[in-house]
């Protein structure tokens, strides 16, 4: 035996002595990257700093300002471009920048308004940032034109990449392998030498006057042992030294005997060992699921196929067996995506239980395997999915409809099903085409525990808040009250017994009548701030103690002020419900705002396109992907909330703090209820006959029209048979203005409409 210990340790000692080599190689390419990384960064520095002293220059240049002094002109344009004939393109606007506060971004660039709003909010020349996909790439700033203390405009100016790319192109080789990155917020621009070491971290050099970073990393040399030098030579040492002791015990003791015993061969080990009865095989018990009640058929309704959910009334639309074909029908999707294992969960409604039974029966006769999590909101299904890393997930909910309804949110491949997705799982049912498979199986798990200390572990409160949280007898109320606790809150629970009939009011905080006992709890308890959540827990709605009803898209506001200081240029996307003052906010913190179509699984795909940082609706859903997974959460939302106005550097009240927000004359979502179906002819007519004078109308989700002072929505609602109306202007006078213009359109097609205005 002491030979073969022997052979060990010298075969260990050789491989330590190896990495030892290769560690050292490593080190020597980082002690010769950190001078090149010092010295790309003053060199691209170099020329940012001469293209900001040449604008600045030519923005002084008297015949430019005396151009601009009755506002942007063309001779100003030519000047500019006579003296930066780099430049590619210049454009001028006035000083009060209506023209970009006004635009239809998707056109003018959300990069370039950003931009001319941040100089505009900082009163000076903004850091040089890149913008464009790759191949079509640019270089541009903006900068405000003064002469003197006189505001005369402002200058947004681009330079082709090209001019930067040669540049760092004509930096020397990283010497001893190693790689430089130019990146710009953490997205790679420009590479420069070999492959790197994967998983190396630099936190970059700064480039001067500019968004850009240099990082240097190491070469991808193999090195698994050790990142200490020290501790690998000591491993060489011991290696060599373990093998050299064991050789010479070896020749001590075999030595001194006039009998040589060879090393045992494995015959001989085996014969040593105990003879002992393999065990059995411990065979796991197959789970069996409860059978479902037993109700009428169902005929399969198409129209609970929503947008981007299923949602139906139970025992007229929706049955166990259809919950059974549905999860049979996502189990299919699954397979072909090969992927075999999903997490489902319901909320706090009586029908819950049954139909996510069914749902997890039809899965696993698809050959799916089945994580349970019982009872609990939808983000912790979402949360699961990310947790146990099944990337599939069914929510069993009706968020905020009435407690005969339920439905199905349904994540594949981290993918929220909408639109076509949701039709291809009607398809399939309707026209027979599910296939069954062996191999599903079932279990329990609990994570609720794992959610809050999630959240917890990352947000904190710098200060007590009392906090009165109205769950609305939803399944929030088994989690919410824990969680706020958890990060440092006082809360009063405020209709927290889970009761799926809703027995105090209808769990839908964008109806203001169901936040009026939060308010007057709220006043009553002398507490700093009230919340409520929806009937499955991914939305938000806040109240203060003065009795104000903020709405989510001012909660925005906040959220997207906090964000952008830590993802600066971050897009930040909202839906058509929200008001005009939202984009301008975002531009003003150096966000770029992008207004989609209202739908949670919309939302969601948008920003997986864009990969913009944060989200929002006028319903109250807020999906954080900075610090969070993107997913809608009012539970996570409320906490990321109080940790902002906890952290208010004043210590203002929470009040007070949202108080400050900018505000209009606004009204709540207002609903229009008709026949089921009825309300998507009714806005499918309404695009094509509607006129509005003055107005920029989008067609984008229903008919949004905005005005210079305010603006008007109409949009049929995805989840429930209604219309959807916002109004929203700067004086009351104005909001009259543009309601009455909505109402004599409305009643044109309709004269029978019951207008809740």
Same mark, same amino acid.
């Given at each position: 035996m002491p030979l073969a210990g022997a052979t060990v340790a010298l075969l260990f000692g050789l491989f330590a002595a190896w990495q030892s080599w290769e560690l050292w190689q490593v080190q020597q390419a980082v002690a010769a990257l950190t001078p090149t990384r010092v010295q790309a960064a003053q060199n691209l520095g170099g020329l940012v700093a001469d293209l900001r002293k040449r604008i600045a220059l030519a923005l002084q240049d008297p015949a430019v300002q005396a151009d601009m002094i009755n506002g942007p002109s063309a001779a100003a344009q030519a000047r500019l471009h006579a003296l930066l004939p780099q430049a590619s393109r210049i454009e001028l606007f006035g000083p009060d920048l209506n023209e970009v506060l006004r635009a239809d971004y998707a056109r003018f660039g959300y990069a370039k308004a950003a931009q001319l709003v941040r100089a505009q909010s900082i009163a000076a020349m903004v850091r040089f940032e890149v913008r464009g996909s790759a191949g079509r790439q640019t270089l541009s700033l903006a900068a405000p034109l003064q002469d003197g203390a006189h505001l005369l405009g402002y200058a947004w100016i681009e330079y082709p990449f090209t001019l930067l790319q040669a540049r760092f192109d004509a930096l020397p080789a990283p010497h001893g392998g190693g790689r430089l990155e130019l990146r710009q917020q953490?997205?790679? +621009?420009?590479?420069?030498?070999?492959?790197?070491?994967?998983?190396?971290?630099?936190?970059?050099?700064?480039?001067?006057?500019?968004?850009?970073?240099?990082?240097?990393?190491?070469?991808?040399?193999?090195?698994?042992?050790?990142?200490?030098?020290?501790?690998?030579?000591?491993?060489?040492?011991?290696?060599?030294?373990?093998?050299?002791? +064991?050789?010479?015990?070896?020749?001590?003791?075999?030595?001194?005997?006039?009998?040589?015993?060879?090393?045992?061969?494995?015959?001989?080990?085996?014969?040593?060992?105990?003879?002992?009865?393999?065990?059995?095989?411990?065979?796991?018990?197959?789970?069996?699921?409860?059978?479902?009640?037993?109700?009428?058929?169902?005929?399969?309704?198409?129209?609970?196929?929503?947008?981007?959910?299923?949602?139906?009334?139970?025992?007229?639309?929706?049955?166990? @067996?259809?919950?059974?074909?549905?999860?049979?029908?996502?189990?299919?999707?699954?397979?072909?995506?090969?992927?075999?294992?999903?997490?489902?969960?319901?909320?706090?409604?009586?029908?819950?239980?049954?139909?996510?039974?069914?749902?997890?029966?039809?899965?696993?006769?698809?050959?799916?395997?089945?994580?349970?999590?019982?009872?609990?909101?939808?983000?912790?299904?979402?949360?699961?999915?990310?947790?146990?890393?099944?990337?599939?997930?069914?929510?069993?909910?009706?968020?905020?409809?009435?407690?005969?309804?339920?439905?199905?949110?349904?994540?594949?491949?981290?993918?929220?099903?909408?639109?076509?997705?949701?039709?291809?799982?009607?398809?399939?049912?309707? @026209?027979?085409?599910?296939?069954?498979?062996?191999?599903?199986?079932?279990?329990?798990?609990?994570?609720?525990?794992?959610?809050?200390?999630?959240?917890?572990?990352?947000?904190? +409160?710098?200060?007590?808040?009392?906090?009165?949280?109205?769950?609305?007898?939803?399944?929030?109320?088994?989690?919410?009250?824990?969680?706020?606790?958890?990060?440092?809150?006082?809360?009063?629970?405020?209709?927290?017994?889970?009761?799926?009939?809703?027995?105090?009011?209808?769990?839908?905080?964008?109806?203001?009548?169901?936040?009026?006992?939060l308010m007057l709890s709220v006043k009553r308890m002398g507490a700093d701030l009230g919340v409520a959540f929806d009937g499955d827990g991914?939305?938000?709605?806040?109240?203060?103690?003065?009795?104000?009803?903020?709405?989510?898209?001012?909660?925005?506001?906040?959220?997207?002020?906090?964000?952008?200081?830590?993802?600066?240029?971050?897009?930040?996307?909202?839906?058509?419900?929200?008001?005009?003052?939202?984009?301008?906010?975002? +531009?003003?913190?150096?966000?770029?705002?992008?207004?989609?179509?209202?739908?949670?699984?919309?939302?969601?795909?948008?920003?997986?396109?864009?990969?913009?940082?944060?989200?929002?609706?006028m319903s109250g859903h807020f999906f954080f992907r900075e610090r969070w997974y993107g997913f809608d959460d009012g539970m996570y939302a409320a906490a990321r909330l109080l940790e902002i106005l906890a952290a208010d550097p004043e210590r203002r009240a929470p009040g007070a703090i949202l108080a400050a927000l900018p505000r209009d004359v606004s009204t709540p979502e207002l609903k229009i209820a008709l026949v089921e179906g009825e309300h998507y002819a009714f806005i499918e007519q309404f695009r094509h006959n509607a006129r509005f004078e003055g107005g920029r109308i989008s067609l984008l989700d229903g008919v949004r029209v905005d005005w210079p002072d305010g603006f008007g929505l109409v949009r049929a609602s995805n989840t429930t048979p209604v219309l959807v109306l916002r109004f929203a202007a700067d004086t009351p006078e104005g909001l009259k203005r543009i309601q009455e213009a909505f109402r004599a359109q409305l009643l044109a097609q309709r004269a029978d409409l019951k207008l809740p205005f």
């Open positions: 953490g997205v790679l +621009l420009l590479a420069h030498g070999g492959s790197a070491q994967p998983g190396a971290e630099d936190a970059g050099l700064p480039v001067p006057g500019s968004a850009l970073s240099v990082r240097a990393l190491p070469p991808n040399n193999y090195v698994v042992l050790t990142e200490s030098l020290p501790l690998a030579l000591l491993w060489v040492v011991l290696g060599f030294g373990g093998g050299i002791v +064991l050789l010479w015990l070896r020749r001590r003791v075999f030595g001194a005997t006039s009998f040589h015993f060879g090393e045992p061969t494995l015959a001989d080990v085996m014969r040593e060992q105990p003879q002992t009865a393999p065990k059995a095989p411990v065979m796991a018990k197959a789970a069996t699921p409860t059978p479902a009640a037993s109700a009428a058929p169902v005929a399969l309704d198409r129209s609970i196929f929503r947008a981007y959910d299923i949602r139906g009334v139970v025992g007229t639309q929706l049955s166990a @067996e259809i919950a059974r074909l549905l999860g049979q029908a996502i189990g299919n999707v699954m397979r072909e995506k090969n992927l075999g294992e999903i997490v489902i969960g319901r909320d706090g409604r009586l029908s819950g239980a049954e139909l996510v039974a069914a749902l997890g029966e039809g899965l696993r006769d698809a050959g799916c395997h089945v994580i349970d999590l019982g009872a609990v909101p939808t983000p912790v299904v979402y949360f699961a999915g990310f947790l146990l890393n099944t990337g599939c997930g069914v929510a069993v909910t009706g968020s905020h409809n009435p407690p005969e309804y339920n439905g199905f949110k349904i994540v594949v491949g981290g993918e929220t099903l909408s639109e076509d997705a949701i039709q291809d799982l009607y398809a399939r049912i309707s @026209e027979g085409r599910l296939k069954r498979a062996d191999g599903g199986s079932l279990r329990q798990q609990d994570v609720g525990a794992d959610y809050i200390e999630r959240i917890s572990g990352d947000v904190q +409160l710098e200060r007590p808040l009392k906090i009165v949280v109205d769950c609305g007898n939803g399944i929030p109320g088994a989690f919410a009250p824990q969680l706020l606790q958890a990060i440092g809150a006082e809360v009063i629970p405020l209709y927290c017994e889970v009761d799926g009939t809703f027995p105090n009011h209808h769990p839908d905080p964008s109806d203001p009548r169901n936040l009026e006992d991914d939305r938000l709605g806040v109240v203060t103690p003065g009795g104000e009803n903020i709405f989510p898209d001012r909660l925005l506001m906040l959220f997207a002020a906090d964000v952008l200081t830590r993802d600066p240029g971050a897009v930040v996307i909202y839906d058509v419900k929200c008001t005009g003052h939202l984009a301008p906010a975002i +531009l003003r913190h150096g966000g770029v705002p992008l207004m989609w179509r209202t739908g949670h699984s919309l939302i969601k795909a948008k920003m997986r396109e864009t990969e913009a940082a944060l989200a929002g609706e």
